[in-house]
């Protein structure tokens, strides 16, 4: 016999329900009715997956997304699971960075993702596994992760330290432990929760041929460079410990190996000034040193214990008004490029921790309520992102934008709306120099593909696409790709992939060579 939440589920997989709202009303009227509590959309979704997996009710796909929680974390088509380093000594005395002891460099233990990670004492295996449990519970697939190790600066870790820390995270993935991380990512290539991407973040001073060359034996694909600002005396009196140049030398270096580089920026930092800031990132996308493919925007906040703090006691560093950092941040995502992805606005630190400076915790949603005041939009990647928007793929149309970077000339592949105001998919393709010699031999006399990313919702990789994901469109892309490859003389091609995206590739054509999947064209 059903209990009271068995037949309210039997009842919902037999409805058509369009929105949350209409599924609150039923749930509503449905304990009324029975006189019980409300039952939570988590406990549904067990509840519905256990039925469904008897066979007692119908699937009911519209029903799943509604029960669904945090839906947007999918939503860019893979799932992102972040983990923290332990706490260790960074070699950075940046002036803004806060120091809490027994906490990784530069983290709040009040910060959510600080807290998660105290809570399984920095163990990476642990983090995975409490990530991938908390993803499935509120409905989200976990086929596709996409892997963000976070805390201090990482190529100051001992290497022992960054292999383990990473063969751990594969093993929680891979449901089993490898011997080596070799092996570890060889069983990821077929596993149930398959990496995708890795990210990790570094100084652009700690950056060598050498330390990119280790990252892709860890399966790194992603670098996120702490750049703050493209001023050498800012950076001197904020005590960043390194100078543009540095930062313009370590972007070539993850570029020439096919590394997406995002970049972290600070407006608002000591020296600085509205106009300022404002002319660094016209300088980012207009000045080839630079072009970073994603942003972190930071607006510089002061917290406890910092030498920013002193500072600001003593009158000697004034943070922006609100509506100075407001208009600076308008004016910014006005200028963005299409090719870039702004991953986030603000750092996740709790109002009780800033003394002063930006306490706005929803300030893209903000700055997106301005822009259409005005008739603007921001044409960077992550405010086009599809999601669920597939009324109008069948009308995507092709676009190619071309630009230099780092000696070497950069094409942006996007399958977008008639507009450019939807987004489904893209490549990043890079051609080099023909002189240049790459310090990775792999990958010598390569066109490079440094990124394919299809949005839309999550879908399970051997499951036919009922969105934008496995509709085909990667797959198109990467073969306009090799066309404008040969077109541009070149002989052979290399993708810079994700260790559980190389099935995809082979699928192609490619093989496995060194740590990048080639092919002769």
């Known amino acids: 016999m059903m209990n009271v939440h068995q037949q309210l589920i039997v009842k919902l997989a037999n409805l058509k329900i369009k929105n949350a709202n209409r599924l ?76 809490e002891k027994n906490m990784p460099k530069s983290y709040l233990s009040n910060e959510p993702a600080v807290m998660r990670a105290a809570l399984s004492k920095f163990d990476p295996h642990r983090q995975v596994l409490v990530r991938l449990r908390a993803l499935g519970e509120n409905g989200h697939n ?13 190529s100051y870790f ?33 596993a149930k929760h398959r990496i995708v991407a890795l990210t990790l973040e570094t100084r652009p001073d700690y950056v060598t041929e050498e330390e990119v060359k280790f990252w892709r034996t860890l399966g790194a694909t992603k670098v996120e460079l702490g750049v703050q600002a493209l001023d050498d005396k800012i950076l001197m009196l904020n005590k960043r410990g390194h100078g543009v140049k540095e930062v313009t030398e370590a972007t070539k270096l993850f570029k020439q190996a096919g590394f997406k580089v995002a970049y972290h920026m600070m407006p608002g930092l000591q020296g600085a000034t509205p106009k300022k800031d404002f002319t660094f990132f016209k300088e980012l996308f207009s000045n080839p040193d630079f072009q ?5 925007i930071y607006p510089t906040v002061v917290t406890k214990g910092t030498g920013l703090e002193k500072a600001w006691r003593a009158h000697k560093y004034k943070p922006y008004s609100v509506k100075a950092l407001f208009k600076l941040l308008v ?137 934008i994901q496995n509709q085909g469109l990667g797959t198109q892309l990467s073969l306009e790709a090799e066309k404008i490859a040969l077109k541009n003389g070149w002989k052979k091609i290399a993708v810079i992939s994700g260790v559980g995206v190389r099935g995809f590739y082979r699928r192609l054509g490619y093989r496995l060579s060194g740590t990048y999947m080639t092919k002769s064209l």
């Open 142 to 154: 976990t086929d596709k992760i996409e892997l963000i190790i976070m805390g201090g600066t990482w």
């Open 331 to 467: 004016d910014i995502k006005k200028i963005i490029p299409d090719y870039v992805r702004i991953i986030r606005l603000i750092r996740d630190i709790p109002n009780e921790s800033i003394l002063a400076g930006n306490k706005i915790t929803n300030l893209r949603e903000s700055l997106q309520s301005e822009l259409k005041k005005t008739d603007a939009y921001c044409h960077c990647i992550r405010c086009r992102e599809a999601r669920e928007d597939i009324t109008k793929l069948s009308q995507a149309k092709l676009f190619i934008e071309k630009y230099q970077a780092s000696d070497a000339t950069e094409y942006f592949l996007q399958f977008a709306s008639p507009n450019k105001r939807k987004l489904y998919a893209f490549l990043r393709l890079r051609l080099p120099a023909k002189t240049e010699t790459n310090f990775i031999k792999e990958i010598n006399n390569c066109a490079l593909v440094r990124e394919v990313h299809t949005y839309g919702r999550l879908v399970p990789i051997k499951k036919a696409g009922t969105g």
């Open 292 to 296: 970073p493919d994603m942003l972190k």
């Open 24 to 99: 609150n009303k039923i749930k509503r009227d449905f304990a009324n009715k029975h006189k019980v509590g409300m039952i939570s959309n988590a406990e549904l979704l067990s509840l519905y997956r256990e039925m469904l997996k008897k066979k007692t009710i119908p699937q009911n796909t519209e029903l799943e997304k509604l029960l669904q929680k945090r839906k947007i974390r999918t939503l860019s088509g893979v799932a992102p699971i972040a983990v923290l380093t332990k706490p260790y000594p960074c070699p950075g005395k940046c002036s803004y960075c806060p120091n």
């Open 158 to 190: 001992p290497k022992a330290y960054q292999r383990n820390f990473v063969k751990r995270c594969f093993d929680a993935c891979n449901g089993k432990v490898s011997k080596t991380l070799a092996e570890a990512q060889t069983y990821n290539e077929t």
